[in-house]
């Protein structure tokens, strides 16, 4: 059974550089049917899409956070990680991995999302 | 952007009650629409993609419909389990998501 497991500091400072590490167990990362992606949901709020990536380094960002994001993969150790830069009050968030089903339309990408991490927890403050 | 407004915000509802959720699309997307179910400090569950389509597992009270902009989950008999958040999601362009309706207990 496919399981994702996110890891890295619950803690950040503001202008700071957030990272955190999403781990497959029971699964290739490097399938070739699936993305892997990232979603984080702010206190009490809805849910926003940060970013998706396939084994090949090939990504997808929201065009909202595209300039302070990168998504990396590390086929090796069965990980790809979040690295989401300048950070404000307004990151803070319970972020979630997640595989990634890709539906192409031309030259647009659909993603849809399962199954997830359970979550974890990063507030932003001095 | 496509833009996803879920309604209501919040329901309340019993146990055995039928329950509607609807999801509007700013634009056009097809049939491409997923729901999915979170409950408290848990990871989102998906339950349906392609408006209609269950996923495997999921009980079959759980239904979706619609297409091009507006789309229904309907759950036909409200069981304890189901008192949960649902969110919309479209994938016809990469992802955005619904506010979320929160169906509570009555």
């Known amino acids: 059974q496919l399981q994702l497991q996110e890891s890295g500091p619950g803690l950040v400072k503001p202008s700071e550089t957030l990272s955190l590490t999403c781990t497959v167990s029971g699964g290739s990362i490097s399938s070739s049917s699936y993305y892997w992606g990232w979603i984080r949901q702010p206190p009490g709020k809805g849910l926003e899409w940060i970013g998706s990536i396939y084994y090949s380094g090939s990504t997808y960002y929201n065009p909202s956070l595209k300039s302070r994001v990168t998504i990396s993969v590390d086929t090796s150790k069965n990980q790809f990680s979040l690295k989401l830069s300048s950070v404000t009050a307004a990151d803070t968030a319970v972020y979630y991995c997640?595989?990634?089903?890709?539906?192409?339309?031309?030259?647009?990408?659909?993603?849809?999302?399962?199954?997830w991490g359970q979550g974890t927890l990063v507030t932003v403050s001095s | 952007d496509i833009q996803m407004t879920q309604s209501p915000s919040t329901l309340s509802a019993s146990v055995g009650d039928r329950v509607t959720i609807t999801c509007r699309a700013s634009?056009?997307?097809?049939?491409?629409l997923a729901w999915y179910q979170q409950k408290p400090g848990k990871a989102p569950k998906l339950l349906i993609y392609?408006?209609?389509s269950l996923e495997s597992g999921v009980p079959s009270r759980f239904s979706g419909s619609g297409s091009g902009t507006e789309f229904t989950l309907t759950i036909s008999s409200l069981q304890p389990d189901d008192f949960a958040t649902y969110y919309c999601?479209?994938?016809?362009?990469?992802?955005?998501f619904g506010q979320g309706t929160k169906v509570e207990i009555k």
């Open positions: 634009q056009s997307i097809s049939s491409w």
């Open positions: 999601q479209q994938y016809n362009s990469h992802a955005a």
């Open positions: 997640a595989r990634t089903r890709i539906t192409i339309f031309g030259v647009v990408a659909g993603l849809m999302f399962d199954p």
């Open positions: 392609k408006a209609s």
